[in-house]
């Protein structure tokens, strides 16, 4: 079975330009989040998508990030303008939902971000 | 709201040494607890989980139990081996709308020696 997959692995812009990251989660995953993973902390949750609707993106700093998942599957996380603050890895993570039980999450390699 | 907190890092041992790593949480309700590896390169795995109180998950070795009156979920090893070398996370999982939220700790990065 193929692996939650992202790209690039790795990118350098300039503060205050724009950078768009690309999520394929795995196959039938209905549930699909966006995390942010600053150099010596944890993955903090961005945003969540059901299928191509949002559960939660209360943590998504909205006046910058955007994301979405077109027909449920792809997804893509962009940021505009860029900050020296958003260096950081992108991690992407998917997993099942069936009914109200909740499954584990798988995590692709992750996008690092370098703003300078 | 939900929050992890871990073990200091870095952690440096030699190998077949015994190995625990801290982990306490504040949540409201009945969450599920995990433990999380990354080894170098890679993405976050799933190590091992317990979905409620006095459950012990474990895998590869590892072990940890949900104490509840302590509000912990101690990660431990018996032996480690140079190959264990990972930044290992603690986190915590509350369902919402069907869904698992997961908040993880700030990371602990463990070095084997051999």
């Known amino acids: 079975e193929a692996g939650v997959a992202q790209s690039p692995r790795y990118k350098i812009i300039e503060k205050r330009q724009s950078v768009a990251f690309w999520c394929n989660p795995i196959s039938g995953h209905a549930t699909l989040y966006w995390y942010q993973q600053i150099l010596g902390q944890g993955p903090k949750l961005l945003i969540q998508?059901?299928?191509?609707?949002?559960?939660?993106d209360s943590q998504l700093p909205k006046d910058r990030f955007s994301a979405e998942r077109l027909k449920g599957v792809d997804s893509t996380l962009k940021i505009q303008p860029a900050k020296l603050e958003d260096s950081a890895v992108y991690l992407c993570?998917?997993?099942?939902?069936?009914?109200?039980?909740?499954?584990?999450?798988?995590f692709g390699p992750g996008t690092r971000l370098t703003v300078t | 709201g939900n929050s992890v907190t871990q073990m200091e890092g870095p952690v440096t041992l030699s190998e077949e040494a015994f190995l625990t790593i801290n982990c306490t949480y504040t949540?409201?309700?009945?969450?599920?607890l995990f433990w999380y590896v990354q080894y170098p390169g890679e993405g976050l795995q799933l190590l091992l989980k317990a979905t409620k109180a006095d459950d012990k998950g474990s895998n590869k070795g590892f072990e940890a139990t949900y104490r509840k009156e302590t509000t912990s979920f101690h990660l431990e090893k018996g032996s480690v081996q140079v190959s264990d070398s990972a930044v290992y996370f603690c986190?915590?999982?509350?369902?919402?709308?069907?869904?698992?939220?997961?908040?993880f700790g700030q990371g602990t990065r463990l070095t084997i020696n051999p």
């Open positions: 993570a998917s997993s099942l939902r069936l009914g109200q039980s909740t499954y584990e999450q798988y």
């Open positions: 986190a915590l999982g509350s369902s919402i709308q069907g869904a698992q939220k997961l908040v």
């Open positions: 998508f059901q299928n191509n609707g949002v559960v939660d």
């Open positions: 949540a409201t309700g009945y969450p599920s």
